[in-house]
DNA sequence: CTACGTGCAAAGGCTTTGCTGAAGT
DNA sequence: ACTTCAGCAAAGCCTTTGCACGTAG
């Protein structure tokens, strides 16, 4: 029943191409990050994980988010309060909105903004290895976009 | 010799117009934080106190940089690394650009940046409240300025 | 079979806090 | 004199780690 290693998820997939051993509790957290679109933070990852497999420990969670942020797989964001949060990897450069009333991340991309900010670090001397941004703001009372 | 409390660093001016009880403790970290020109930690405050006068401790530190940041003395920043750092309230808002080799921490100001900022969060239905943004780059091979 | 992973609980780094003595206004 | 503060050490929060057992390859 479970003699088909190419159905796993994803993340698992990459693990397998990465050569890294596929444990049972790997699989169920390279299954929750698969289907995880948002930012969860690990406890969260823990909660999921242990949703669909109880046997599993809050210490696997962090080992294994280290080690697939060190694989490139994941990236670990913070975005202030204290506990890192991991996104899949992506391509694109993008930042982060948070709704400060609801918490709620949206993320964004924005070729300008990129331009610009390479452009500043330039103008001091510098080649822009890596940045952090993220924009807090309220909803607007909106009147158009219901 | 102390009883021109008019003389006092400016920070600690700050304290007594904010109507806060003005410790020795107080006057000290006050003091320090108004020779700082950078960002730093609460060890390094500390460092920074004791030198002033040892007979202080990290938890007073600790509470009264915190508040500070509660009357608006100081910003609290946050730079990666779990510790949180501090700098003076600044009128302009301004960025940081970490070196990445040294670590050392340069602030700019950009109109157009900020203007961007805004306008991304508003096309994306926000009013902007606050923003976050380092950016961590590496000095480049310099030619033209030694 | 062997190397690596996991669980548990303890420890580590930064920050806060309860309590009692000390100090500012 | 009263209220607030400081020092100390303990505790809290997130994260890492040592050790003994379990498991993938």
Redesign the pocket.
């Known amino acids: 029943m479970s003699d088909t290693p190419s159905l796993d998820s994803p993340i698992a997939e990459l693990c397998r191409e990465k050569g890294?051993?596929?444990?049972?509790?790997?699989r169920t957290i390279a299954h929750v990050l698969s289907e995880s679109d948002d930012h969860p933070?690990?406890?969260e990852l823990y909660r999921r994980a242990m949703a669909v497999d109880p046997?599993?420990?809050?210490?696997?969670v962090?080992?294994?988010v280290?080690l697939f942020e060190e694989h490139g797989i994941l990236h670990r964001r913070d975005f202030g309060g204290?506990?890192?949060r991991y996104e899949r990897t992506d391509d694109h450069q993008h930042y982060h909105l948070i709704d400060i009333e609801s918490g709620r991340v949206t993320e964004f991309e924005d070729a300008a903004l990129e331009k610009l900010l390479e452009t500043i670090a330039a103008r001091m001397g510098y080649d822009l290895v890596s940045r952090r941004l993220e924009l807090f703001g309220r909803a607007r009372s909106r009147k158009s976009k219901a």
Chains 1, 2 share one sequence.
């Open positions: 890294m051993k596929l444990t049972g509790q790997r933070d690990v406890e046997r599993i420990s809050i210490a696997t962090y080992r294994t280290r204290g506990r890192a």
